[in-house]
């Protein structure tokens, strides 16, 4: 019988920590940027929304070099006490969080009724939230169909469970050739999403959003197939990336990697806003997600880093789960603020929004510190019968 050991954590890639930071920090700036875009095409770091396959790779990758070569000392149980250890607690904190902040978007228009929503629906919606278990449609109490209608940006955990759960139960037994295979039959759900390709006639209703990835959070047919799309190559490319272990060095692989992410991140909508060339940034997002994320991950896998730079590796690497998974209740205040107040200066807009970054980084670190940090310890002690080895 396989004793309960919390195994220790292996030695951390801090290149891919920081990445992670800035793609969480790039993520708010898209969100606060978003509140004021008059549509997908003229939105101020366009391509913003690509951070969540970007994690995606990010987090394939890691799971392969923490857990691939353990599965002998731990049981798939053990595997999702940890997964839960170091995902949920941080989940349940911006669930509260956006609880917290509910009724504080009542006066945005594409918030219907949300004032009128009854205490008790309210926290049937909370407790379900709590648990990562995903609401459906009829229960929709912002009006935006989300998963989570009280912290929208945890839509992407739904499926990063999912696929913690996948390589658990069976895709951890794949060989590299079988992984292989299944990556690139990912990679052509890929590029039928980006090509606008209606195989099962469910992306029509996504008009504002074609020859993107962007989608994921609901429960309707198209937003699931756009979320499994944006699952499967991200993640078990990531996977099959670490078991390859082909890694590239690059002298100052953090920067070049950071100012990669920021170009792709904040290129322009590639076509403009002539739906006759509106392929062309499916193309650009195509190139994206199969190519230039695995690179960026195998660079920044492979290099070093010291001094100043493992620091700032640090801190990026710390607050960007708690960062991502607890700003977007700010980004409902921010939209209902902006609303409300349409005739204030642009400089106090400015300001609003400014203030809210700043905000939002306080409130992850403070999350981080004084709630995820003390919380995971004492879960490690509570599910675990021995102390970590």
């Known amino acids: 019988m396989m004793t309960n050991y919390y195994l220790a954590s292996k030695p951390r890639y801090e290149i891919l920590d920081g990445l992670r930071g800035v793609a969480a920090v790039l993520v708010v700036m898209f969100h606060l940027f978003e509140t004021y875009s008059p549509g997908v095409p003229y939105q101020i770091i366009n391509h913003g929304y690509l951070a969540v396959d970007f994690f995606f790779v990010l987090s394939g990758f890691v799971i392969g070099y923490a857990y691939d070569d353990r599965w002998s000392r731990m049981t798939t149980w053990q595997f999702c006490k940890r997964r839960l250890i170091r995902l949920h607690p941080m989940l349940m904190m911006g669930t509260l969080i956006g609880l917290l902040f509910f009724y504080f978007g009542g006066d945005h228009p594409d918030f219907a009724g949300l004032t009128d929503t009854p205490v008790g629906l309210t926290m049937v919606v909370f407790l379900l939230c709590l648990v990562m278990y995903p609401v459906p449609t009829s229960l929709d109490i912002r009006g935006w169909g989300e998963m989570n209608p009280l912290n929208g940006a945890t839509w992407s955990l739904f499926w990063e469970y999912l696929a913690n759960i996948a390589y658990a139960l069976f895709i951890r037994r794949f060989s590299k050739t079988v992984l292989t295979l299944f990556v690139l039959c990912s990679a052509v759900l890929t590029v039928v999403l980006c ?12 008009d504002y959003a074609q020859y993107t990835v962007i989608g994921g959070w609901s429960l309707t047919p198209d937003q699931l197939q756009i979320g499994i799309t944006r699952l499967l190559y991200p993640f078990f490319c990531g996977l099959l990336l670490s078991r390859i272990g082909r890694l590239i060095t690059v002298k100052g692989g953090f920067w070049w990697c950071s100012l990669a992410i920021v170009m792709l991140f904040a290129m322009p909508r590639v076509g403009g806003d002539n739906p006759e060339n509106f392929w062309m940034n499916g193309l650009y997002e195509i190139f994206c997600i199969l190519i230039a994320f695995p690179l960026i991950v195998t660079v920044g896998a492979g290099s070093s880093t010291k001094g100043r730079t493992s620091a700032i590796n640090k801190f990026l690497g710390d607050i960007s789960y708690p960062l991502y998974v607890t700003h977007y209740p700010l980004i409902y205040w921010q939209m209902s603020w902006a609303t409300t107040h349409k005739d204030l200066p642009v400089n106090t807009h400015v300001f609003v929004a400014v203030c809210i970054f700043f905000l ?15 919380a995971r310890e004492w879960l490690k002690h509570k599910l675990f019968s021995k102390k970590a080895v």
């Open 195 to 206: 090509l606008n390709i209606d195989v099962f006639g469910w992306l029509a209703a996504r």
């Open 360 to 374: 939002a980084i306080g409130i992850a670190y403070a999350s981080l510190k004084l709630y995820d940090e003390p």
